[in-house]
């Protein structure tokens, strides 16, 4: 029998720190400020996700969720609500709400908030190991600010001299009423 896990009530929200099944209300549940990608949701607490990673990211016009990237993982994207530019292969794709974006492994991808701000449900396969994730630069995601401009395989050097993410507490009016 798999035990329920207690949720503790942190600075920035409530967060699971064993494992187990446990239901939490994202707006309840503890955020990350992500500066220019965003605010986002995650779910987890001192212990990880062991096979699939989820959040809810929360992007102002012009975020983007990343950096242009590729993994030895599947990811899987939901448009919530806004609308996004999905560049994926080099490509540019227009997604607006109930979009869904499926990436196999090896998929080079980054979603940008249109103008009016997007709410995006992302998950992802958790295992990745060694170059598990490699950020490419890209004249499509450069538009966006969403290009490394070299490519890397460490994320401190993808995402160097930009604001740290820090814990926040859910924002009144981020997620939408459905």
């Known amino acids: 029998m798999v035990e329920e896990a207690p949720l503790r009530t942190s600075k920035h929200g409530l967060v ?3 494992r187990g099944w446990f239901v939490v209300n994202a707006r ?3 955020w ?4 220019p990608f965003g605010a986002f949701c995650d779910f987890e607490g001192k212990k990880p996700f062991l096979e699939l990673g989820i959040n809810i990211s929360v992007l102002r016009p012009g975020d983007a969720m990343a950096r242009y990237h590729r993994e030895n993982a599947q990811e899987d994207f939901l448009v919530v609500s806004g ?18 974006f499926h990436s196999p492994p090896g998929t080079e991808h980054v979603i940008v ?7 995006v449900v992302a998950i992802g396969a958790r295992g990745r ?19 490394v401009e ?29």
Do not use: H, M, N, Q
């Open 113 to 119: 908030a249109g103008d009016e701000g997007a709410v």
């Open 129 to 147: 190991g060694k170059g598990g994730v490699v950020y490419l630069v890209s004249e499509a995601a450069a538009r966006y600010g969403a290009s």
């Open 32 to 35: 990350r400020d992500a500066g």
């Open 83 to 100: 609308s996004c530019v999905l560049i994926v292969e080099g490509e540019e794709r227009d997604l607006r709400a109930w979009d869904f």
């Open 150 to 178: 070299r490519e890397t395989t460490k994320s401190k050097d993808a995402y160097a001299g930009l604001p740290a993410w820090r814990r926040v507490t859910y924002e009144d009016g981020w997620l939408p009423d459905l």
């Open 16 to 18: 699971a720190d064993v």
């Open 28 to 30: 309840e549940a503890r």
